[in-house]
Structure formats: structure tokens, C-alpha cells
């Protein structure tokens, strides 16, 4: 059963997303020497950034060994507004002290934003380098996926009632009819997803309050959400602040 940590700010979040971090980091490490993320776009970047870049991060997290991935991204380069490299990037890599050393990041490669199908399968084929090849894995098993949630459920770019939800063999599909602008898109599948050591999804503001309550209290609807839930149960960890889950019915946490 996934787990609720609840918190009363962003801010209060902060420390146990560090600490659920460093813990991921060092299992990741023990076992094949790096550490291979994928974060998500939205408010998600902004809630890491408080994270990682206390003093405290800064002398802990091995910025060397990890790699990261983007859990979704639009067809869009990557200084673009919608960019969830681009936001990654202002938020977190471009604020990392002088002398920090740089993670690997693997965006998409933008000489193929014409074409959103071959724009996944060159992230496909990026995901085959850094994981298959090394690994003689038939599927990616990130370390950490850090996700955010949408006011509809959505979480990646994976969107409810969508086709794209029975992707059963891509592990990066594409989507071109997103609900949310902009509509040319890339995700990881939920095959990919429901095959990561760990999932943290982070969501803060009443605004996400009604969806927390389909998404928990109904799971049999099939929110992308609520899939991720059921598919890694306890490996799932949602990191929310007490607006957010307010009346919300089951079980919370207020630390890790
Ligand atoms: O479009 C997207 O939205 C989701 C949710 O964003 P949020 O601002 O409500 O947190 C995000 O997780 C995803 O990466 C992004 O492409």
C-alpha cells in the first residue's frame, strides 16, 4: 500500500524528500555504482530544489553518480518555456553551488521535435544505452521516479482514460493529443514506471485536494495515479503538504 507523508508546508516537505533521497542514493550506489532518476516537470522541480540545495544536500548528494532522466517531455526545445528540461535546469542544475560536480542529464534530442514518435524512440534508444546495454536488463529499473500528480490524476504525461495508459511494450511512448498544452509530447510507460525500486510523488496546494480524494478513495477508477499506486504498493511514497490532502481518508504519516 502506497504511503501519504503529509507536512504542513513545501518548505517542511524539503527535509524527508532529502532523506528519502540520500537513502535511494546510497542502496542505488551499493548496487551498480550510480544513481538513475527521473524527475517530473510542474511544481515538482521547484519542491526538489528545496531539497537539494540546502547546505546539508550539498555535501551529501554524489552529483557525479547520478544520472537523470525526464519522466515526461514536450516536443518543445529546450530553452522553451514548456521545457521540463528547461525548468529542471532554472530551478535545481543552475543553482547548484561553483565547484559542484555535474550530474549526467539526458534530455530529449531536439533535432527530432518534428516527428513526436521518433522523438520517444530516440529516448528509448537513450534509455537502452544507459540501462539495457550496461545492465543486460529487458526493461530500464530506475532507482527513484520523482513524480508529480496533476489536478486531473495525470502523472508523466500519462493522462486519464487515455490510450497511452495500455501501452504494454514501449518504454517511452509519444503522445500527440495531450489534454494539457502543449499537446506534442513524450512519457515512460506504465510498464517502465511500475518497474522502478521506488516512486515519490509530490503534491502540495488545496487545489490538488479533490483529486488526492478520487485518487486515494477511489482507486478502481483507474486514475494514472491511482494505477502507479496499485502497480508498486508500498514503494510508492506521496509526499504532500496538509492542505492538500485535507479530508482525504486514509492513512497519514508526518514523517518518513
Ligand atoms: O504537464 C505536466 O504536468 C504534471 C503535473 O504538474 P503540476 O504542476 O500539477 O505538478 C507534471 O508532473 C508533468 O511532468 C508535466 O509535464
New binding site residues.
Given amino acids: 500500500m502506497a504511503t501519504i507523508h503529509s507536512f504542513p508546508s513545501k518548505e517542511a516537505i524539503a527535509p524527508a524528500l532529502f532523506s528519502l533521497i540520500l537513502d535511494c542514493q546510497k542502496v542505488a550506489i551499493e548496487r551498480h555504482g550510480r544513481f538513475q532518476v527521473a524527475v ?5 522541480p521547484a519542491v526538489l530544489a528545496l531539497a537539494l540545495l540546502e547546505e546539508e544536500a550539498v555535501t551529501q548528494i554524489l552529483w557525479e553518480k547520478w544520472e537523470i532522466f525526464f ?4 516536443a518543445v526545445p529546450l530553452d522553451h518555456e514548456d521545457s ?1 528540461y528547461g525548468l529542471l535546469k532554472a530551478e535545481l542544475l543552475d543553482k547548484l553551488p561553483e565547484g559542484t560536480p555535474q550530474p549526467n542529464v539526458v534530455p530529449i534530442d531536439t533535432e527530432y521535435l518534428d516527428d513526436v514518435q521518433e522523438l520517444a524512440d530516440q529516448y528509448n534508444t537513450a534509455l537502452i544505452n544507459h540501462f539495457a546495454k550496461r545492465d543486460s536488463i529487458l526493461k530500464p529499473a530506475f532507482d527513484l521516479l520523482l ?5 486531473d490524476g ?4 500519462l493522462f486519464p482514460n487515455h490510450e497511452l495508459l495500455r501501452e504494454h511494450d514501449a518504454w517511452v511512448a509519444a503522445i500527440e493529443d ?1 489534454p ?1 498544452p502543449p499537446p506534442k ?1 513524450i512519457t515512460l510507460t506504465l510498464p517502465v514506471i511500475a518497474h522502478a525500486s521506488k516512486v515519490a510523488f ?2 502540495t496546494g488545496a487545489g ?1 485536494q479533490e483529486i488526492l480524494k478520487k485518487i486515494f478513495e477511489s482507486p478502481e477508477d483507474g486514475l494514472p495515479c491511482s494505477l502507479v499506486n496499485t502497480a508498486l504498493g508500498e514503494k510508492v511514497m506521496w509526499f504532500v503538504d496538509h492542505p492538500a490532502v485535507e479530508g482525504v481518508s486514509y492513512p497519514r504519516r508526518s514523517s518518513l
Avoid: W
Wanted: with cysteine.
Fill in positions: 517530473s516537470g510542474g511544481s515538482l519522466a515526461d517531455e514536450r521540463n513524480l508529480g500528480c496533476g489536478p495525470h502523472t508523466c504525461s495531450s494539457k509530447r509530490v503534491a490538488k
